[in-house]
């Protein structure tokens, strides 16, 4: 089999049925599988996509385990050569899976392939930067990355330019909305860290491919359409820093923990102050507060 198309699901039943529709509507030309991994759900929606879709695997969890493990799950069940970790909230609008693997074939020490993000406008996402760094989280908490000098710094550890996603380029990481690679690679990293519950894993995975000395290559020339880019919730900031904190933890202990906490206090106030307060939204002031309370407790 070609390809191991793997799902992690959590109460995302219309998002779901969205995205299997389009993968059986514009896949073709390959042998592949679509698997969805479904994070305890408990509202029979992993029955309801089993009995509307009858060649998709649906495998169901107990618990809610995260989308890392959820994709571990998968794949420890697949049978492509090549996965493709793919969030819910993704539409396929072209034939992309034929054209992606032909990448894998001309470079050895490509890792990931990760096709351009969208919005329903056209509009590019920004979905990827450079490992995070006390540098570059200081320009990111204090918005020095938001000025026009620095926003084209390829350093920086949010990459909100978008000169570089019209072209084809390595990242040092990008969002695991999309991702296809090669299962013996997947493996050979034993998959995604499951300490990680959500968000910063894909980071941490790409970290650990680097170190072993593969690559991770934006391919704008292929599109998919990603529905819920930018509704920043609670969990999304709170999971940002507490995956931040554990990602410094593993590979950059010691002082600079200090620091880090430092830094994820001032990058939470000022959004407290400027997103809450200033322009009065009760929601942001809310999720903010709350991650201040939250990195509080942050233990080296």
Same mark, same amino acid.
């Given at each position: ?129 450079? +490992?995070?760094?006390?540098? @570059?989280? %200081? *320009?990111?908490? =204090?918005?020095?990355?938001? $000025?026009?000098?620095?926003? !084209? ?108 906490? +430092?830094?994820?206090?001032? @990058?939470? %106030? *000022?959004?407290? =102050?400027?997103?809450?307060? $200033?322009?009065?939204?009760? !929601? ?17």
């Amino acid at each position: 089999m070609d390809l191991s198309i793997i799902i992690p699901h959590y109460k995302t039943l219309k998002l779901t049925e969205g995205c299997e529709e389009s993968i059986f509507k514009y896949t073709k030309g390959l042998d592949f599988e679509v698997i969805v991994v479904d994070n305890a759900s408990n509202d029979g929606s992993g029955g309801y996509l089993k009995k509307k879709f009858s060649k998709i695997k649906v495998i169901e969890n107990k618990k809610n385990l995260g989308f890392g493990e959820a994709c571990n799950i998968g794949a420890s069940k697949a049978e492509g050569e090549y996965l493709c970790l793919l969030n819910s909230d993704i539409l396929l609008k072209e034939n992309i899976f034929p054209e992606a693997l032909l990448y894998f074939s001309k470079n050895i020490k490509l890792g990931i392939l990760a096709p351009r993000l969208v919005s329903e406008n056209g509009s590019i996402q920004y979905s990827g930067g450079s +490992f995070p760094s006390l540098s @570059n989280i %200081f *320009f990111w908490s =204090f918005f020095i990355d938001d $000025l026009p000098f620095f926003k !084209k710094s390829p350093n920086a550890y949010h990459m909100e330019d978008k000169s570089f996603y019209q072209r084809q380029k390595y990242f040092d990481w990008l969002q695991a909305a999309c991702w296809v690679m090669p299962k013996k690679i997947y493996q050979k990293l034993a998959g995604f860290n499951s300490k990680y519950f959500m968000y910063v894993e894909d980071i941490d995975f790409c970290y650990r491919l680097s170190l072993a000395g593969y690559h991770v290559l934006l391919a704008p020339g292929l599109k998919v359409l990603h529905l819920q880019k930018g509704k920043a919730s609670e969990e999304s900031i709170k999971g940002e820093y507490r995956g931040l904190w554990l990602f410094f933890k593993t590979y950059r202990p010691g002082f600079g923990l200090v620091l880090l906490k +430092f830094l994820l206090i001032a @990058n939470a %106030f *000022f959004r407290y =102050f400027i997103f809450g307060i $200033l322009l009065v939204n009760a !929601k942001r002031k809310k999720d903010y507060f709350q991650a201040l309370g939250r990195i509080a407790k942050f233990r080296a």
